[in-house]
Structure formats: C-alpha cells, structure tokens
C-alpha cells in the first residue's frame, strides 16, 4: 500500500509541475500593455483573443497591409489547387506578401461551391490556412443574395424586415447562417478554429445594397445584425470571430453611427473609401473620415481599420506615396485593405509592368507600412 501511495504521490507532483511548465511557458494574455476589453462573444477562442491583441499592439507600431483575394488571383493568373502555390499581386510587386487577407463569402448561402466572383470555396480555405500559418489575418465580407427576391447583394428590394424576428423569411435566413457558420468552422489549424474577422453588411449607409440605406430602417438594419451575431455566437457555436462594422465614408460621427447596432455587438470599427477618380476629394475624404473613425473608435476603445480602399486601375502613377500615405500616416488604423485585383479593367495593387508599380513599392517600404515578413518580427504575445 505504501509504495501504491507514494507512486501516487509521485505522479501528483509530476503533474504538478507540468501545469507550472505549462504556465511559464506562455505570457498572459493581458497586461499594462494590453488591458482586457469586452468582446462580442464571451467565448472567444484564445487564438481570437491573441488575434485581437496582435491587432492591437501591430496598430501601434504601423498599419498592416491588406488585399482581397490575394492569393486567390491576380491580373493575368489564377490560384490551381492541383499546384498550390500560394502567390499574389504583392508579392510579384514587392518581394512581400500582404499582412491582411479579405476574402468573400458571397454564395456561401446558397450552398454553391464557389463564391460570387468565382472563387472555389475549397481553394479559399486552402489560402485562408496558408495564409494563417504565415501569420496573416484573416478578414471576411460576405456579398450575399437578396433573400426576398434571390437577386444578387445589388438587388435593392426591400428584405431585411423579411429576415429579422417576426418576418416571413426567417427560417431560410437562419439556414444561410448556419451553411457561414459551417464554413467558418471549418478553417481550422493544428485542430484549432482560425480566428477570422466577419464584416457582414458593409457600406450600410450607401444605398447599392439591399441592407443599404434607403432599403431598410435604421432599426431593422441593427435587428438583423444583432440576429446574424446571436445565430453564429449563440445558435451556431461560431467563437472564432470578431465583428467588424465598416460604413461607407461618412459627413460626420453621428452619420457613422446611423446603423451602428452598440457597443456589445461589435468588436472593430472601419471605413471604406474609394477614388472615383478624383484624388484631391478623396485625399480630403480620407483624411477626415479617419479622423472621424478615430475619435469614435478611441472612445470605444475599440480597434479601428481602413476596411476597404482603392482607385481602380491606379491611373496616377504616384497615387500610393502622394496620395494615400499622407492622408493615412499616424492615423492609428490596424490594416488598410485594398479591393480585388481582378482583371486590367478592375485592380487595386500593381501587377508586374504596371506604371505605378515603382510607386507601389516604395510606399510598402514605408517604415509602418507593414507586410507579411515585417508583421513575423513584432511579438504579439
Ligand atoms: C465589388 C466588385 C465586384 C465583386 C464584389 C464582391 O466591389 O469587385 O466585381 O463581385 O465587389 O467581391
């Protein structure tokens, strides 16, 4: 019996000191440098916590560079499965991959098996886990179909008092949820849920969407988002996001908050702003959006990004350093995201041979312009 007991004995003290190994061996999450916030969701991953943290502390030293569907395809190339290679405009322009990495959901509702701009489902969850293994963010937008009328993200009838408690068309909202939620379940590295950022239902405040302005209230635009976050969070099980509401430019504070559905439904603020072509107002635009941004964000003591941005096909060979940069430096924001490089008549970052491609180049060289290899050396823990 003495021997049973001290075996015993012994392996309590063993397991003992494998927990305190275990312990020392990671760095609080929280300290004076990163103090707890509230998030959405009370069951956030671990990794999604340290996603936010990583953020957070990445926003004070620069702004982390962001394309769509950058290592889905470029002008001129397209992601194969059968080679895998994981490639991108920016890279093929910088030596460097981006920081954040957006991709689209649209179509993910209707169960197919490619997104609305025809990108395989499987070969997005192949570069959203290539992707996170080297360290990029994952950022998610979700261009889904009009559930009322089964038109795309652009057809404007009315369907958002449809889909919110008490409309007739619930029940086949809560399926396209649960077809996201799945998905979104399914990123997984090393058995562990990616942690993603979701920005459903951007650009509110424009009236191009069927969540958009004009096309639904105010109140049942923060019905439907409240919803949508109770489905995955509560419902669904999803706890490997944070929730990103990014209007589209903004007069003023009280404009960005026109839709805004409260401080316990959202975890990061953004903004998106494009040049149509002309420079001068979207320099100001920038520049007063983000101060905006800023202030309501710091009030929040929330995250704050340039959710999506651009001038299609970069006609000013020196848009990138004259332009951009000054209007964003210092700004405090964690990414700035540009659109999708989809073809010569729609691109946002240079491909090889383009004319601003030198520009592009020296603005990534900027020292808080951060792309992938630079975001490898901050610690983030
Ligand atoms: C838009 C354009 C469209 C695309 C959509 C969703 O801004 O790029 O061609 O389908 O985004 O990615």
């Not at 998905?183 to 942690?195: A, T």
């Not at 592009?360 to 610690?379: V, Y």
Request: charged residues 25%.
């Amino acid at each position: 019996m003495k021997t049973v007991g001290s075996k015993i004995g012994l392996i309590k003290k063993l397991c003992l000191l494998v927990v305190l190994a275990w312990a020392f061996s990671c760095k609080p999450l929280y300290n004076a440098g990163y103090e707890k916030t509230p998030m959405v969701d009370k069951k956030l991953s671990l990794p999604t916590k340290r996603l936010h943290k990583k953020l957070f502390l990445t926003s004070k030293k620069g702004i982390i560079l962001g394309h769509q569907d950058s290592p889905g395809y470029g002008v001129g190339w397209k992601y194969d499965a059968a080679v895998d290679a994981f490639e991108s405009d920016v890279q093929k322009a910088t030596g460097d991959f981006p920081g954040v990495y957006g991709f689209d959901l649209g179509h993910i509702e209707l169960d197919k098996t490619h997104n609305l701009d025809t990108v395989g489902f499987a070969s997005m969850r192949k570069n959203i886990l290539d992707a996170h293994e080297k360290g990029g963010v994952i950022t998610l937008s979700w261009h889904l179909n009009n559930p009322f009328s089964d038109g795309s993200s652009w057809d404007t009838i009315s369907a958002v008092d449809k889909i919110i408690p008490g409309g007739a068309y619930i029940k086949k909202y809560e399926h396209w949820v649960e077809r996201l939620a799945n998905f979104v379940k399914s990123l997984k590295h090393k058995g562990k849920g990616i942690p993603v950022i979701f920005r459903p239902f951007h650009e509110m405040n424009g009236n191009w969407f069927w969540w958009g302005d004009g096309n639904c209230s105010p109140s049942d635009y923060v019905a439907l988002w409240k919803q949508t976050v109770h489905l995955l969070r509560d419902k669904y099980r999803v706890h490997q996001i944070l929730y990103a509401y990014s209007p589209n430019i903004v007069d003023s504070e009280s404009t960005f908050l026109k839709y805004y559905p409260g401080d316990a439904y959202v975890d990061i603020l953004g903004i998106d702003i494009y040049d149509h072509n002309d420079s001068e107002a979207y320099a100001k635009n920038v520049r007063d959006n983000l101060k905006i941004l800023s202030n309501i964000a710091k009030r929040k003591n929330k995250l704050y990004a340039f959710t999506e941005t651009g001038s299609e096909k970069i006609p000013n060979e020196k848009w990138f350093t004259e332009i951009l940069y000054p209007n964003i430096q210092a700004s405090g924001i964690a990414w700035i995201l540009f659109w999708r490089n989809a073809r010569e008549s729609h691109h946002y970052v240079p491909f090889p041979g383009h004319k601003s491609e030198t520009d592009f180049i020296q603005f990534c060289k900027s020292k808080d312009i951060l792309l992938l290899g630079n975001l490898q050396t901050i610690d983030t823990q």
